[in-house]
């Protein structure tokens, strides 16, 4: 049980700045009281997620979401709050320009354009000291025939080549691939091969990223995961669950047992392994749940799939699998997944001077009650959509 502690103590997940501010869909996005109104807001925010769940440390930024005029004084802020800024998310899906893509674009001066946000994304992890650039093109085509699918393919890789040129020492990118959406005819990067190809092409400072809401459905995650931590190729996780589609929803809300089979894959192949590098990362909307008790949830959820992945008895397993035991074999795994790890995690918390319950505790914090009485006036952050 020790190592088990131990590995559960060393987790880290990772929460996206852009789940703290006002989210939702193309028919309304809700504002809610006591939302941040720039990226110093933002931290605050993201700080209290680690002080009640001590698995929180780092905040992934989202440029020009999180743009401020002194990025090392907004990693200096983020420290004194106890956090530190994780990966730098680049934005190329959201000026008029890219309406026909952003580094695949038939024009040259859109793909320059472009291109010169990425480097610029990596001036920013100079800055605040990040070593993770994350790559997401919302790229694509609508229509067939509306533009050439291999010659697209030619200009994101001369575009990704430029940007992997430019990392610096420690520094990698992580490409994210999604089937569908804003495109809806092709997208550029929309599966896991695609991404995993150009990555290998680039080389070992590029690796592929999974979101969890962009697959078809049907599609076995864990399987992806598997074969990519086994190529060294999964730089990690943007973590969410849904129901239908790309629904942003609170990872391991829809499917918890997806959430434990993809963990113990995660396991199984070493990523939880120090120095793997492997990125656990949250991107979520909550568009309707208040922000930060979704966010300290959806950390609770990866660490109860990931204790009770942890929890598989791996030599049992292995032994029904050599001997064909199918049942066998299948019941060692659910009764891992079917086991309540509450009271573990509850007690592993209490060890570390933190509270067993950290939604109770932040719920009885005041902290809501006291942004939504100071963050009054202002312009609420939002995805500015
Ligand atoms: C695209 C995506 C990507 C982010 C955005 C916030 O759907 O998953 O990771 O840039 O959401
Ligand atoms: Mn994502």
Not at 156 to 178: N, T
Not at 202 to 231: S, Y
Request: aromatic fraction near 10%; proline fraction near 4%; glycine fraction near 10%.
């Amino acid at each position: 049980m020790t190592d088990i502690k131990a590995t559960l103590l060393a987790q880290h997940i990772e929460t996206p700045s852009w789940a703290f501010g006002n989210s939702g869909t193309r028919f309304k996005v809700f504002a809610q009281k006591g939302v941040p109104r720039d990226p110093y807001e933002k931290l605050a925010d993201a700080a209290q997620v680690h002080a009640y769940t001590g698995i929180a440390p780092t905040v992934a930024l989202h440029i020009p979401w999180d743009k401020v005029d002194d990025y090392a004084d907004l990693a200096r802020h983020a420290r004194e709050l106890g956090v530190g800024i994780g990966a730098i998310n680049s934005n190329v899906f959201q000026d008029d320009d890219y309406m026909l893509g952003s580094v695949t674009h038939p024009s040259g001066r859109v793909r320059r354009k472009a291109t010169d946000h990425l480097l610029e994304c990596v001036d920013i992890m100079d800055a605040t000291g990040s070593d993770t650039l994350k790559l997401w093109f919302s790229d694509g085509i609508n229509y067939p025939g509306q533009d050439d699918i291999r010659a697209r393919q030619d200009r994101l890789a001369e575009s990704l080549a430029e940007v992997y040129d430019r990392l610096g020492e420690g520094q990698r990118f992580l490409l994210e691939y999604k089937l569908f959406e804003p495109a809806f005819y092709t997208t550029d990067v929309p599966d896991w091969g695609t991404a995993y190809a150009h990555c290998v092409k680039l080389g070992p400072k590029a690796q592929v990223v999974v979101d969890t809401g962009h697959h078809a459905p049907g599609v076995n995650i864990e399987f992806i995961v598997a074969f990519l931590l086994r190529e060294g190729k999964l730089g990690g996780f943007d973590f969410n669950s849904r129901f239908y589609a790309d629904d942003d929803l609170m990872v391991g809300a829809a499917d918890p047992f997806q959430l434990f089979r993809i963990m113990y894959e995660v396991v199984r192949g070493g990523g939880l392994d120090a120095g793997t590098g492997v990125a656990f990362m949250l991107d979520q909307c909550h568009n309707i749940e208040p922000k930060i008790p979704g966010q300290i949830r959806s950390v609770m959820n990866v660490q109860e799939a990931t204790a009770k992945a942890l929890l598989v008895d791996r030599e049992a397993l292995a032994a029904a699998q050599a001997e064909g035991d199918v049942l066998g074999a299948n019941a060692v795994f659910m009764d891992a997944y079917n086991t309540d790890v509450r009271p573990l995690l509850a007690e592993l918390r209490e060890e570390r001077g933190l509270a067993p319950d950290p939604m109770a505790a932040y719920a009885k914090s005041g902290y809501f009650e006291k942004i939504a009485a100071e963050r009054v006036g202002g312009q609420q952050a939002g995805w500015g959509a």
